[in-house]
């Protein structure tokens, strides 16, 4: 279940999973929908997904996904969403989206 809400100057898309807000910076949602992933499977990735060390003290996650589908036509059984992101006051900040598909 999703809480979304618009902060005031509309420029970061913000919400609340189980008590811990996840905001998208403008630039992220624009990869997301560039590399085809989107809000709940960012926030899937974050709950359920492996986590690494990033560059610039950020933390990775990434987790497989079923996918069965075409993307850029091509057949592709799996997508791999990984998901870069710094913690700011306990708020995840998603700086930036990866996609692969295999």
Do not use: C
Not at 26 to 33: D, F, G, I, L, V
Not at 46 to 55: C, N, Q, R, V
Not at 72 to 80: D, E
Request: glycine share 6%.
């Amino acid at each position: 279940m999703f809480f979304y809400e618009w902060e005031l100057t509309g420029k970061r898309f913000e919400y609340i999973i189980n008590l811990m807000a996840i905001k998208i910076h403008p630039h992220a949602a624009e990869r997301m929908k560039e590399r085809g992933t989107n809000e709940e499977e960012v926030s899937i990735t974050i709950e359920t997904g492996e986590s690494f060390p990033a560059k610039f003290d950020r933390t990775g996650f990434r987790r497989n996904f079923s996918f069965n589908g075409t993307w850029n036509k091509k057949k592709y059984n799996t997508k791999q969403v990984e998901v870069i992101a710094v913690n700011e006051d306990g708020d995840w900040i998603i700086v930036t989206t990866l996609v692969k598909y295999f």
